[in-house]
């Protein structure tokens, strides 16, 4: 019998793996195979660490956590069924995935107990802890995410975001119509607790897709009685850490333990009270004590950080997120591969950041630091480096010589908060000091910029992507391919390009697959496909009774935010002083 | 009616051939208007005001210490200093010189709607008044329906399908903002259209469209004199309000509506950012509204 391994030897194992170049995912594998040889230390880890108290310390009676405000639950969710629609805006802690990502922003497993692949990456199997329970007490066995996932696929759900599954062998096309028999789809459970996975190809970052929102469960049985209704208080069955206790539309959700759930016994929270406040407020409710955890907005960050009285309750945590500039190439003046280059040497990044006051950092390369797949090569820094004489020069031949004859320019943005319309101005204002270039700034209400971008009829845009799951896949494929049929930001194409993300996609080993994105922001950036400007980074302030807020390998404290989503199993209160 | 009460129309009916008002030629109605108006103190006071933004608006190049879009990012959010005395905003520009610009642009939509308002207003209201019969039905119709909806709604239901900017302004104010002109013509219309000097033109062998021009029209000109120096100050403020909620005035051309809108979430850190275009707003609307009131009184004692 093999002794159980516990937690800390699993990480010294994947730390010191990864100094010898062994990848997260290929460490998974190795985990998955000590687990399979019988140690029970895998399947016993627990879902959260056990509160810490300092001594005098004790824990709240009452485990009742308040939290929103400052852009979390500014709006009342369309649902929490993720299952249909990822972007519902849902309490994901309602549902636990196969895996889960960790505040290092790792796929880690959470109901799968085993994942393992063939040799190419194509296949993947996930064994499935046999003790996770529905909250009506019923098994979540692999039955229902075969379910599930074909649910997302199939045409008649309409999922808007089913795209997400088409590495899934034959999701595609059943998404598409063009195939009409759901047992070809690559997804089936050989027994109630394996779920074999055929992918189109091989599908190295196939794990940490099954930690996304894209691959939570839904629960047939509920989804079968009451349709769109199911995910009402009344209605819900989950399988989360928590349950829906009563959700009343645009005023506040009340979440409680789930009895039912297999880590419970490490769940401290008894209540969570999640009310709908809307950006505006500001940190108001958090002042007044009516929240113990909020995200903040520019405007209320000084306020707090000035006061010594709440200075020590600020922190910073990621958000992994890119600003960027598309010139769309098919109008002009950026159709001008030299004007597109002028654009990419104006931008004065370290200047315009300031203008964020803190919640951007000057941006190279799509991926932020920290994250597979993030670039620091002087080659692709050279090719936006700030250079106002070298941007000026770009123009030379072109109509535009001298920053004159400049046609009207329309930058368009959403409409959205938290800095995002200062940040934009300043890129007018060294566009306009650097290449003479006037441009009027057009902000758009969130569903029509969408339908125009997707259109690609915007002129000149000012734009985010927040990486939805931590891998190059998502950076680039997602965002920039140029065969994507649909949700394509930007008119730019490039054969090139296109052929990288491919291979990236298509390679297993991660070292070459690293190098396929790394090739392909090159080619983007030397034809301007984009101009990265800023990565995004967030603040927080909770209240000193609040613990349990985990950190990364940085030491950063990390909050819900848009990859790391199980932050409350982890929290837990303290008495008040 | 007491008989020396100045009534419409009665003392120009005297003198029927008379073209248009104005203080050289002058009516006994205008020049007793204008000695009123000169007598009423909050109105000059609103009037100097009024010229006094005006010149703003005019001279802004000359009066802006900086340029609307110098940005300073080693200077952010200022307060109020030596250097600059509102402040600087959150791309470090000069708060005072994005106002003078802002004047700038409050008097053109003012001044500008209020033109469009009138091209538009003055000949419907007219026409349906002098007209009558069925031109006059269907063009009351029309304005019943166009007072029937909520005004600022409507603007902004405009300002989105047709995107923001200037011009834009000007049209959606325009085209929201003529019924109430239309009205205040077509009852004057009614009212004159029934004088002896009108008849008298006719028995002379004036044409429609002469007594229409050289008639009616003059004679209706006090009315829409008010209701445009109302109007300037409602257009004005629907400029900010539309820049307030973003549907307006595009940056980096500045507006005070703007300035408020984004200074709001910063205001119990960064004061200064909305504070003082709110007050320019404030002080040009209450400035308007004293001096639409001096003109009003002055035209129509009776409504004291």
Same mark, same amino acid.
């Given at each position: 019998m093999t002794p159980p391994i516990t937690d800390r030897q699993l990480d010294l194992l994947a730390e010191r793996l990864g100094s010898v170049g062994v990848g997260r995912r290929d460490f998974l594998l190795v985990a998955a195979g000590l687990a399979a040889m019988g140690a029970e230390g895998f399947n016993a880890r627990p879902v959260s660490a056990a509160p810490k108290l300092a001594p005098g310390e004790k824990l709240a009676k009452d485990q009742t956590f308040r939290y929103g405000g400052g852009g979390w639950y500014q709006v009342d969710p369309a649902s929490h069924d993720f299952n249909k629609d990822?972007?519902?805006?849902?309490?994901?802690?309602?549902f636990a995935g196969l895996m889960k990502f960790n505040a290092d922003f790792q796929a880690v497993p959470y109901l799968a107990e085993k994942v393992s692949s063939n040799a190419d990456g194509s296949v993947w199997t996930f064994t499935i802890r046999k003790d996770s329970r529905w909250s009506d007490g019923s098994p979540v066995s692999a039955r229902d995410f075969e379910w599930s996932w074909k649910r997302q696929l199939d045409p008649a759900s309409a999922a808007p975001y089913a795209s997400f599954l088409y590495d899934i062998k034959n999701g595609e096309a059943f998404n598409k119509k063009q195939i009409t028999d759901a047992g070809q789809v690559g997804v089936k459970a050989t027994n109630d607790w394996t779920l074999e996975v055929t992918l189109e190809g091989p599908r190295g970052y196939f794990p940490v897709l099954a930690a996304y929102l894209a691959a939570l469960p839904a629960h047939r049985a509920s989804v079968e009685k009451y349709g769109d209704k199911w995910t009402e208080a009344a209605n819900i069955v989950c399988n989360g850490p928590f349950v829906l206790e009563s959700w009343e539309h645009n005023k506040q959700m009340v979440l409680r333990r789930n009895k039912h759930f297999f880590g419970a016994k490490d769940v401290t929270l008894e209540k969570v009270v999640i009310p709908i406040i809307g950006v505006a407020a500001g940190a108001l409710p958090y002042d007044g004590n009516e929240i113990d955890l909020t995200s903040l907005q520019v405007a209320d960050l000084r306020r707090l950080q000035g006061d010594p009285r709440t200075a020590r309750q600020v922190f910073r945590y990621p958000f992994p997120g890119t600003w960027y500039l598309l010139p769309q190439t098919t109008k002009p003046p950026f159709d001008n591969l030299k004007v597109r280059k002028a654009v990419a040497h104006a931008i004065d990044r370290e200047n315009v950041i300031k203008v964020a006051q803190g919640f951007a950092l000057p941006a190279h390369s799509m991926i932020p630091p920290g994250f597979p797949g993030a670039l620091d090569d002087p080659k692709v820094r050279a090719l936006q480096k700030f250079d106002p004489k070298l941007a000026m020069s770009m123009l030379k031949g072109t109509p535009f010589e001298g920053g004159k004859n400049w046609p009207k320019i329309v930058l368009s943005m959403r409409d959205e908060p938290l800095g995002a319309k200062p940040l934009a101005e300043a890129v007018q204002a060294v566009l306009l000091e650097n290449l003479n270039m006037k441009t009027e700034l057009e902000v758009l209400e969130p569903r029509v910029f969408r339908e125009r971008l997707w259109k690609q009829d915007l002129q000149f845009v000012w734009i985010r992507w927040f990486m939805d799951y931590p891998d190059p896949h998502n950076e680039y494929?997602?965002?920039?391919? /140029?065969?994507?049929?649909? /949700?394509?930001?930007?008119a730019w194409v490039n054969a090139d390009f296109d052929r990288e993300l491919e291979a990236g996609r298509d390679t297993r080993d991660t070292k070459a697959r690293l190098a396929h994105y790394a090739k392909a922001e090159e080619i983007m950036q030397t034809d301007v496909g984009y101009v990265p400007v800023a990565w995004v980074v967030r603040y927080a302030a909770a209240k000193p009774w609040v613990r349990g807020i985990e950190r990364n390998k940085q030491g950063e404290q990390v909050v819900e935010g848009n990859i790391y989503l199980n932050m409350l199993p982890h929290l837990y209160l303290v008495e008040r002083a | 009616m007491v008989s020396s009460t100045p009534v419409f129309g009665t003392d120009v009916a005297l003198s029927p051939r008379s073209e248009a008002i104005g203080p050289?030629?002058?009516?006994s109605l205008t020049r007793d208007a204008f000695r009123r108006l000169v007598r009423n103190r909050l109105a000059m006071l609103g009037l100097i005001v009024v010229v006094l933004m005006c010149l703003t608006a005019i001279f802004a190049d000359v009066l802006a210490p900086y340029s609307y879009t110098k940005t300073n990012f080693g200077r952010l959010n200022e307060p109020p200093s030596a250097q600059h005395w509102l402040g600087t905003d959150q791309l470090g520009r000069d708060l005072l010189s994005r106002m003078i610009y802002g004047a700038r642009i409050s008097m053109i939509v003012g001044l500008g709607s209020q033109a469009i308002v009138v091209l538009i207003g003055v000949p419907i209201g007219a026409l349906s008044g002098f007209a009558g019969g069925r031109l006059d039905l269907v063009l009351t119709r029309l304005i019943d329906v166009m007072y029937a909806f909520p005004r600022l709604l409507f603007v902004i239901l405009l300002m989105s399908m047709l995107g923001a900017g200037l011009v834009n302004i000007f049209i959606a104010i325009g085209l929201t903002g003529w019924v109430f002109i239309a009205r205040q013509t077509r009852a004057q219309m009614l009212a004159i259209k029934e004088k002896d000097f009108v008849g008298g033109a006719r028995a002379l062998g004036a044409g429609g469209w002469r007594i229409l021009g050289r008639h009616l029209l003059p004679n209706a000109m006090s009315p829409i004199i008010v209701a445009v120096t109302f109007g300037i100050p409602e257009a004005i403020f629907t400029e900010a309000a539309l820049s307030f909620i973003g549907v307006g005035i595009n940056p980096p051309t500045p507006s005070w509506g703007q300035m408020v809108g984004e200074g709001q979430q910063y205001l119990r850190t960064y004061w200064h950012l909305c504070v003082f275009p709110s007050i320019a707003i404030a002080v040009t609307m209450l400035a308007f509204t004293f001096l639409g009131d001096g003109v009003r009184d002055a035209f129509d004692p009776r409504q004291q």
């Open positions: 990822l972007y519902c805006q849902g309490q994901v802690t309602l494929f997602d965002t920039f391919y /140029g065969k994507k049929t649909t /949700g394509r930001r930007q | 050289a030629r002058g009516t």
